[in-house]
């Protein structure tokens, strides 16, 4: 069928894009999966094709469907097929523990589980923790583009509108428990409106896309605008870092983005020094502020990195730092890219700041998310008259160049996760022998931060680091699992029995100094 009546009614709706584009550009090629070539013409007719399905099945708005699922073309026709359905896509994380993935499932609720081969192990032992169990299928052609189970639900159908959840996306955030960041078709539009207007991209070039499909950036940072323009995406199972050095090559790779992990381990890897990397053009980071060594070892190979800064709730692109200006600001994140405002408020006394000035970054504008999946009081708690309180200390200079500071909330970041101490806090004491525990993140040279874990045994027991960390593994995705155990008699408290953390961190430092040396 035609999907030309089904989008005129919402101007910033995504499904258009592919629509719009396989019109124009049948033949060429939207995705190199593995090698694999789908076309436009065949994404947005598997795409199509399942949306109708979805909807003659009884899905469509207020509903979601969730993915467990590798990088692959079968969830970018998912992701098509719900934004043309006027479906929300909510892609869970691989990377969990069973119980960890059965928790967001429950929050999340969705009404289909669509699952790939290689997780469907984990994805069946977290669904069978549920009380209540929605219906799930696999992913592809043999699949969920086969048969579509019936909603137990349905709804009647309608045009899908600007303002209709198109993505919920898991993270730790601002604060501690995950929560689902909903975002609209309209905040996905701006968002890539903003980075075509920033960081181009044309139907000429070729998108390394690497990053897990249940982290926004492998959305919203380059592939869509990639499949907007006509522009080729190489998909990426996951990282390896010396396939991808030899991608570049092989595929001609002209633009991609990564934490600063991801470029760390490509300098490290024994190909780099001969690795041919003159098609890339555009190497934009995000996750963490790129350290300026590292910056300095790209740059040396004629590839400037492009700094940028931004958080899920804002789809999420907030500061990016030209190539060109990389020298003159090193560490810093840059400007705000088109059609986002920024505001620095003190911390102290919440007064807006102007000129050169350091305090909380907040953001508004069209991008800003619709608030957290069925939690309207922590919506309300991360945002202020529309404007978005980032939770992180941030310092603007003469030019209007921003740098991050420091971050006011608990939160770390390893590897380009976000890690809350006190989820990790919480999966500790889990353990029969485990009184308390204390989580803090410390720097570390190649994945920017990990956690150091401070223990109380319940009184009386014995404890050692090895039987804590085998219980973590067990309960913790392997990004959260603490790199160090320290067994303790108490926790430092403050006057006012609040955990002091700013106590805990300088024993965190020496303890991860002290093993690295």
């Given at each position: 069928?035609?999907?030309?009546?089904?989008?005129?009614?919402?101007?910033?709706?995504?499904?258009?894009?592919?629509?719009?584009?396989?019109?124009?550009?049948?033949?060429?090629?939207?995705i190199d999966d593995r090698g694999v070539i789908t076309d436009y013409q065949t994404l947005a007719r598997r795409a199509g094709d399942l949306a109708t399905k979805l909807r003659e099945s009884g899905y469509g708005s207020?509903?979601?469907?969730?993915?467990?699922?590798?990088?692959?073309?079968?969830?970018?026709v998912v992701f098509f097929a719900c934004a043309l359905a006027g479906v929300a896509l909510v892609p869970l994380s691989w990377r969990l523990t069973p119980r960890e993935l059965s928790d967001v499932m429950l929050r999340s609720a969705p009404t289909l589980v669509l699952i790939d081969d290689e997780h469907a192990a984990l994805a069946r032992e977290a669904l069978q923790a549920l009380r209540e169990q929605p219906?799930?299928?696999?992913?592809?052609?043999?699949?969920?583009?086969?048969?579509?189970?019936?909603?137990?639900?349905?709804?009647?159908?309608?045009?899908?509108?600007?303002?209709?959840?198109?993505?919920?996306?898991?993270?730790?955030?601002?604060?501690?428990?995950?929560?689902?960041?909903?975002?609209?078709?309209?905040?996905?539009?701006?968002?890539?409106?903003?980075?075509?207007?920033?960081?181009?991209?044309?139907?000429?070039?070729?998108?390394?896309?690497?990053?897990?499909?249940?982290?926004?950036?492998?959305?919203?940072?380059?592939?869509?605008?990639?499949?907007?323009?006509?522009?080729?995406?190489?998909?990426?199972?996951?990282?390896?870092?010396?396939?991808?050095?030899?991608?570049?090559?092989?595929?001609?790779?002209?633009?991609?983005?990564?934490?600063?992990?991801?470029?760390?381990?490509?300098?490290?890897?024994?190909?780099?020094?001969?690795?041919?990397?003159?098609?890339?053009?555009?190497?934009?980071?995000?996750?963490?502020?790129?350290?300026?060594?590292?910056?300095?070892?790209?740059?040396?190979?004629?590839?400037?990195?492009?700094?940028?800064?931004?958080?899920?709730?804002?789809?999420?692109?907030?500061?990016?730092?030209?190539?060109?200006?990389?020298?003159?600001?090193?560490?810093?994140?840059?400007?705000?890219?088109?059609?986002?405002?920024?505001?620095?408020?003190?911390?102290?006394?919440?007064?807006?700041?102007?000129?050169?000035?350091?305090?909380?970054?907040?953001?508004?504008?069209?991008?800003?998310?619709?608030?957290?999946?069925?939690?309207?009081?922590?919506?309300?708690?991360?945002?202020?008259?529309?404007?978005?309180?980032?939770?992180?200390?941030?310092?603007?200079?003469?030019?209007?160049?921003?740098?991050?500071?420091?971050?006011?909330?608990?939160?770390?970041?390893?590897?380009?996760?976000?890690?809350?101490?006190?989820?990790?806090?919480?999966?500790?004491?889990?353990?029969?022998?485990?009184?308390?525990?204390?989580?803090?993140?410390?720097?570390?040279?190649?994945?920017?931060?990990?956690?150091?874990?401070?223990?109380?045994?319940?009184?009386?027991?014995?404890?050692?680091?090895?039987?804590?960390?085998?219980?973590?593994?067990?309960?913790?995705?392997?990004?959260?699992?603490?790199?160090?155990?320290?067994?303790?008699?108490?926790?430092?408290?403050?006057?006012?029995?609040?955990?002091?953390?700013?106590?805990?961190?300088?024993?965190?430092?020496?303890?991860?100094?002290?093993?690295?040396?």
């Open positions: 069928m035609s999907w030309t009546a089904e989008i005129d009614d919402g101007a910033h709706t995504i499904g258009r894009w592919l629509i719009d584009r396989a019109s124009r550009s049948p033949r060429r090629a939207a207020g509903h979601r469907i969730a993915t467990v699922s590798g990088n692959s073309t079968d969830q970018v219906a799930a299928a696999e992913m592809g052609t043999t699949g969920i583009e086969r048969e579509v189970p019936m909603a137990s639900q349905p709804v009647a159908h309608r045009p899908v509108h600007d303002d209709d959840p198109l993505l919920v996306i898991f993270t730790s955030g601002t604060e501690s428990s995950p929560k689902g960041v909903v975002l609209t078709h309209a905040n996905c539009f701006w968002n890539n409106l903003a980075l075509a207007q920033a960081l181009p991209l044309t139907h000429d070039d070729v998108v390394l896309a690497v990053l897990p499909q249940f982290h926004i950036a492998a959305w919203n940072c380059q592939p869509l605008l990639a499949w907007w323009v006509g522009a080729t995406v190489v998909l990426e199972r996951s990282f390896q870092p010396s396939r991808a050095l030899s991608l570049i090559e092989e595929r001609g790779v002209t633009a991609m983005m990564g934490v600063p992990t991801l470029y760390s381990l490509m300098v490290a890897d024994s190909q780099w020094e001969h690795a041919n990397l003159s098609s890339l053009r555009l190497a934009l980071v995000g996750g963490s502020t790129m350290p300026t060594s590292l910056q300095q070892v790209w740059t040396d190979r004629g590839i400037p990195l492009t700094q940028g800064y931004g958080l899920t709730e804002a789809s999420p692109n907030v500061l990016h730092l030209s190539a060109a200006e990389s020298n003159a600001h090193r560490g810093a994140v840059g400007r705000p890219y088109p059609h986002v405002s920024v505001l620095l408020v003190d911390v102290d006394s919440g007064l807006a700041l102007d000129g050169e000035a350091t305090g909380e970054l907040w953001v508004r504008g069209p991008s800003i998310f619709a608030g957290y999946l069925g939690d309207a009081e922590a919506t309300e708690r991360a945002t202020t008259d529309g404007w978005l309180r980032t939770g992180d200390l941030v310092a603007r200079d003469g030019e209007g160049v921003f740098r991050v500071v420091d971050r006011l909330k608990d939160i770390f970041i390893s590897g380009g996760e976000n890690v809350a101490p006190s989820e990790v806090e919480y999966a500790l004491t889990l353990h029969p022998l485990i009184e308390d525990a204390a989580v803090i993140g410390v720097a570390d040279a190649v994945w920017g931060e990990r956690g150091v874990a401070f223990v109380v045994p319940v009184a009386g027991a014995t404890l050692s680091a090895d039987e804590v960390l085998a219980h973590a593994r067990s309960n913790l995705a392997s990004f959260k699992v603490p790199v160090r155990v320290d067994i303790v008699s108490d926790l430092p408290r403050t006057a006012i029995e609040k955990l002091a953390r700013s106590r805990l961190r300088d024993a965190a430092t020496e303890l991860s100094e002290r093993a690295q040396s």
